[in-house]
């Protein structure tokens, strides 16, 4: 696999564009400095984010960016899509509701492996979700 | 990379290989073809080795667990070998169970538990 540049984009259209997800977020994270269990919370949690991109809204797109400030640095992913939206995005964050036949695990599930997650979501228009993880130096 | 699941059987055990980064139809498809080879052998226990596996989420979890499920009506057993720490770690942290599935470090081990009687598990009766 060719070196993953520290930004980048990536379309998620297909099933096995999962599987291209998760090898680029292990990259991009292993570049970005982390430790192989904070690289494993990291793909995990972009496994979830893309696969409800595919199997609600069809398609959608992955960012993703290496982020600094004064006094630290980690990664930072977005998954966006133009998609179904969710309705009630704080219920959608609880543990065991799903509307996908799933056991309700992703979004919840996912934002206990990173730092931070911002969910913006309009029905009829799409949904945008933002997770950072920061290093522990 | 190899992403085809190996499956093969020794003596009344079926020994399953999952490759390290499966994708959702090479999942799904572990379902069938264990519960095929399970039925075809006649084999008492399924051993799942999932050392090479850098990535279980909610998906995969579900799929292992329904399968172990699904074994458990046939009369087999499974055993859960090989889990990684980061991938133990970040599973837990999840909320990510595999319900009531026997585990083992390694395969060597799997087959020591294989050859030992299932343990009692709580029932629940209904009368």
């Known amino acids: 696999m060719s070196p993953v540049p520290p930004a980048g984009e990536l379309p998620i259209k297909a099933e096995h564009d999962i599987v291209t997800a998760r090898r680029t977020v292990r990259e991009a994270s292993t570049q970005a400095g982390f430790a192989a269990t904070d690289v494993t919370r990291i793909v995990t949690a972009a496994s979830e984010l893309a696969r409800n991109i595919f199997k609600y809204a069809g398609e959608g797109v992955m960012r993703w960016r290496h982020v600094r400030t004064d006094n630290r640095s980690g990664i930072e992913l977005q998954f966006e899509d133009c998609g179904p939206g969710i309705a009630d995005v704080d219920l959608a964050m609880e543990d065991g509701y799903s509307t996908g036949g799933g056991l309700g695990q992703g979004l919840p599930g996912a934002r206990r492996l990173v730092d931070e997650m911002e969910v913006q979501s309009k029905v009829g228009v799409g949904t945008t979700v933002t997770v950072r993880k920061w290093r522990r130096n | ?127």
């Open chain 2, 1 to 127: 990379m190899s992403t085809a699941i190996s499956v093969i059987k020794v003596r009344d055990i079926l020994l399953v290989t999952m490759p390290p980064d499966p994708d959702d139809s090479t999942i799904a498809a572990l379902q069938e073809r264990v519960l095929a080879a399970m039925e075809r052998h006649g084999s008492a226990a399924l051993i799942l080795d999932i050392a090479e596996v850098d990535t279980l989420d909610s998906f995969f979890a579900r799929t292992v667990a329904e399968t172990a499920q699904m074994v458990t009506l046939m009369g087999g057993r499974t055993i859960i070998v090989g889990m990684q720490p980061a991938v133990a770690i970040t599973a837990t942290q999840m909320g990510l169970t595999l319900g009531e599935i026997e585990t083992a470090l390694n395969v060597d081990r799997a087959l020591d538990v294989a050859a030992m009687p299932a343990p009692q598990k709580h029932r629940k009766v209904r009368r």
